[in-house]
């Protein structure tokens, strides 16, 4: 990690495209990032957070993402560089203020990396972030590969403090956590300290300033319209080989971001003689360029990752210039729609067309599938097991409005304590709607990082509203999902430091509602406290809390089956589906898995399951 | 025109899979080739499917495409059967034939491990089957499987890292402390292949 900071300029580094973003911004010279933990962008901040200090910038985990733009808009309006990074649904979040920063522009460099997730790795959608720049007029830079990442993000500070105004990079899953040789450059001195010059008629934003800032807006991306043309981030492969322009041929294809690495490699693999036009600078968009390589052209295949977005400026291209080109892409049903593309998606694509020879394919297996599930030990799998005893003892069914986190993968059976999602905090707000408009009962289960995200209006909401229902914080003190990264809860910060940690009890209890805590590994008791609030008329919190496995290194004794007991009821493995439980002709524990957390022991009821007497820990 | 060696590493989260990637990757950019990675982080670690896919070559993107991969370390069977269409005919396998049953599954409904391996044969003549867990417990610690696995890949025909240059990007990119076991159990797995 710490070699990411000292490596001199020339050096070959073997870089995950996430740690090429943060080298960028070393060397760009920030003086401050901020962010909120998201994959496929969390481990740019994992980074930052331990160079930070070294590095001699700051670097926080915002609250959330709207907090981390205005953290980093207001640094680079007081004229030092600012880095902001997060996933493409974060960028939702902090749109508002996104949009406005555009208004305002900044003085130093800002920009903002958006990591989008085609396939849904781990997201609520794909949504595609490449429409923001145009939806708030900033340029874009999509690139490929780890270098390009470092090389394009130092440039987009430049076009930044260029033109003063905020630049975004757009990565996908596979080019962030795509790893390659990165040659890094060299760091800047850092400009620590800036000075906010005030300025209200630009920063502060009220319909008489704003008027003016939009047409200042719509000047500065006019200006840049003219330079998008020229960018060598734009380049033309023709056989494997950079080209500066291209003879007329049949076929041509534009392609940006991941989906260039597949197009350039089918081509050259199969030596199809198509010139590729590589856009990397692709908002503006730069049409004179893309007009003289259409020029050439009698058809062009557009390949981008997830909607059609060059295809439909392609397609005005040729409108307004009048061009006979055929164009192939989303939109007449050449490519698919959604998902991330691969080589041999844009094969049989391109072959709809062209003829060359194809991968024989072998045909897909049926095999078991393999879900990812809570780790043994985890404090999720106790709140509910627990939940559903306790619903289960009141025969009640309820709907489970659930959030984003760990916590999430209880939609997995045997917990199927998911019904309905849609965004970080979703899981308040949503229940505020099922409970006026439904008889039925609701349990929130919301994180205790995604309850200071976007939990608390929600919840205000809900006590001001007098809604009824059960909220339950899942309090395993981080954010798990994404890899154990601090939140407002905790006694540290972002960079290591001592912090005020924020009680969640208290602030439910300025809401006015006495929470209960509880520790969800007691299963007694916690079966006891839900059926307490399920039964309650009104709106209750309880919080379950206890530690995530994997932040904790200290092990209890592993568990085993005495035998002579052991009925096989199989409560443990159908009703608490511990992965260090399995029936292999009688109930066995995997020592390689048992964190020693007891849930086991005190679900099953038979006592048949007891502490290893005398077993290491 | 085949543009990179490709290498198609899969298992259950957990078992090492990426740092084994990273060790190849990073062993073939010292030796001076192009190499490319894809790693799977996130949702997919909780105890779900991991692969991460090594192009060592002039491919730029970082998926494998169908039939392309020259080389499969399934540290897991079942994981091995899914992933062959990544294969190309006669490709090397070098699989670990410890079983994890997927959590929500009976262990009884997992296919019979010698079923996967005759089935593997059936797409390869160079199936590698052999219990990397044991070696790894052999070797001193257990979490030593992926290097295990790494050592039997090393020695397959036409791997095309050196061995040196694996063990040097081993010590880069491993905790010290625990180099000396894995030194060993890369060692048990390269000679328990070579034989």
């Known amino acids: 990690m710490i070699q990411l900071l000292e490596a001199s300029e020339g050096d070959e580094l073997f870089l995950l495209g996430n740690e090429a973003a943060a080298r960028a911004a070393i060397e760009s010279g920030i003086a401050v990032a901020s962010t909120y933990p998201g994959t496929p962008s969390s481990e740019i901040g994992d980074v930052l957070s331990k160079i ?32 902001t990074f997060m996933k493409h649904v974060g960028v ?64 987009a ?132 360029l893309v007009h003289r390589f259409l020029e050439c052209l009698d058809e062009v295949f557009i390949i981008e990752e997830v909607d059609p977005i060059m295809e439909k400026e392609v397609l005005s291209i040729i409108g307004e210039r009048n061009l006979k080109v055929d164009v192939h892409g989303k939109l007449d049903g050449t490519f698919p729609k959604i998902y991330e593309y691969n080589q041999d998606i844009i094969g049989d694509s391109i072959r709809k067309l062209i003829r060359f020879r194809g991968q024989g394919k072998i045909p897909e297996m049926r095999l078991p599938e393999r879900p990812p599930t809570f780790c043994p030990g985890c404090p999720h799998r106790a709140v509910y097991y627990s939940m559903n005893k306790a619903l289960e003892e009141l025969d009640i069914e309820v709907i489970f409005s659930t959030d984003i986190g760990c916590y999430t993968l209880g939609i997995e059976s045997p917990y199927n304590a998911a019904d309905y999602l849609l965004s970080m905090g979703s899981s308040i707000g949503a229940a505020c709607g099922f409970s ?53 809860g905790l006694p540290f910060d972002g960079m290591g430091g001592e912090a005020p940690a ?29 059926k307490e609030a399920l039964t309650a008329d009104s709106l209750n919190v309880v919080v379950a809390r206890y530690p995530c496995q994997l932040s904790v290194k200290a092990r209890g004794k592993p568990v085993k089956v005495d035998y002579d007991i052991c009925n096989e009821c199989l409560e443990c493995i159908s009703k608490l589906a511990c992965p260090a439980i399995r029936y292999d002709e009688a109930v066995k524990v995997d020592e390689r898995y048992c964190r020693g957390c007891t849930v086991c022991i005190q679900v099953c009821p038979e006592n048949a399951i007891k502490i290893q007497r005398g077993a290491s820990q | 025109m085949k543009l990179s060696y490709d290498i198609y590493i899969c298992g259950v989260g957990g078992q090492g899979i990426i740092k084994a990637g990273e060790i190849i990757g990073w062993a073939a950019m010292k030796e001076g080739l192009d190499v490319v990675m894809s ?157």
């Open chain 1, 157 to 288: 500070f430049n076009l930044s403090e260029k033109f003063k105004l905020p630049v975004m990079i757009r990565t996908t899953t596979r080019i962030s956590h795509m790893r390659s040789k990165v040659r890094v450059g060299e760091t800047q001195k850092i400009k620590r300290r800036g000075q906010f010059k005030k300025d209200p008629g630009r920063f502060v934003l009220v319909p008489s300033t704003a008027r003016t800032m939009h047409k200042k807006l719509v000047k500065k991306i006019d200006k840049i319209s003219r330079i998008v043309d020229k960018s060598p981030f734009n380049q033309i492969y023709y056989k494997g080989r950079r080209v500066s322009k291209i003879e007329d041929s049949a076929y041509g294809i534009i392609a940006s971001g991941g989906a260039f690495n597949y197009a350039y490699d089918l081509v050259n693999e199969k030596e199809l003689p198509i010139p590729i036009l590589k856009l990397g600078f692709t908002y503006p968009f730069p049409e004179r």
């Open chain 1, 502 to 530: 924020i009680s969640i009890e208290k602030i439910v209890e300025a809401a006015g509602i006495k929470a209960k805590v509880i520790n969800p590994m007691n299963i007694k008791k916690s079966i006891e406290t839900f």
């Open chain 1, 52 to 83: 930070a200090p070294k590095a001699g910038i700051y670097f926080e985990f915002s609250t959330n993402e709207k907090v981390a733009v205005e953290v980093a808009a207001a640094a680079a309006a007081s004229g030092v560089r600012s880095f």
């Open chain 1, 92 to 155: 939702n979040v902090a749109s508002d203020s996104l949009v406005s920063t555009a208004y305002t522009g900044v003085e130093a460099g800002m920009v903002l990396l958006s990591a989008d997730d085609p396939s849904m790795f781990s997201s609520q959608n794909e949504q595609d972030n490449r429409h923001y720049p145009r939806f708030a007029n900033i340029p874009l830079l999509e690139p490929s590969n780890p270098q390009e990442i470092l090389d394009f993000t130092k440039y």
């Open chain 2, 39 to 195: 790693e799977i982080h996130g949702m997919a670690q909780r105890g779900g499917v991991v692969s991460t896919e090594v192009r060592i070559g002039e491919a730029r993107g970082t998926i494998i495409p169908c039939g392309h991969a020259d080389l499969m370390m399934a540290f897991e069977p079942l994981e091995a059967l899914r992933a062959v269409s990544k294969l190309r005919r006669d490709a090397q396998i070098v699989v670990n034939v410890t079983p994890l049953p997927p959590f929500n599954m009976n262990p009884r409904e997992y296919p019979q491990v010698d079923r996967i391996i005759w089935e593997l044969r059936r797409f390869s003549g160079n199936v590698y089957a052999f219990d990397a867990d044991t070696v790894a417990l052999d070797a001193g610690h257990p979490l030593s499987m992926n290097m295990v696995m790494l050592g039997a890949a090393a020695a397959t025909a036409g791997f095309p890292v050196s061995r040196d240059a694996l063990v040097d990007s081993m010590r880069e990119n491993l905790p010290s402390g625990l180099f000396k076991v894995n030194l060993k159990a890369f060692k048990m797995g390269f000679e328990g292949l070579d034989r």
């Open chain 1, 436 to 488: 006026k408009a439904t008889e039925q009962k609701i349990v929130s289960f919301i994180g205790d990082s995604t309850f200071f995200h976007a939990g608390i209006p929600p919840l205000l909401n809900a006590v001001h509203n007098k809604h009824d229902f059960l909220i339950v914080v899942l309090d395993n003190r981080t954010t798990a999902m994404t890899g154990g990264q601090p939140h407002p």
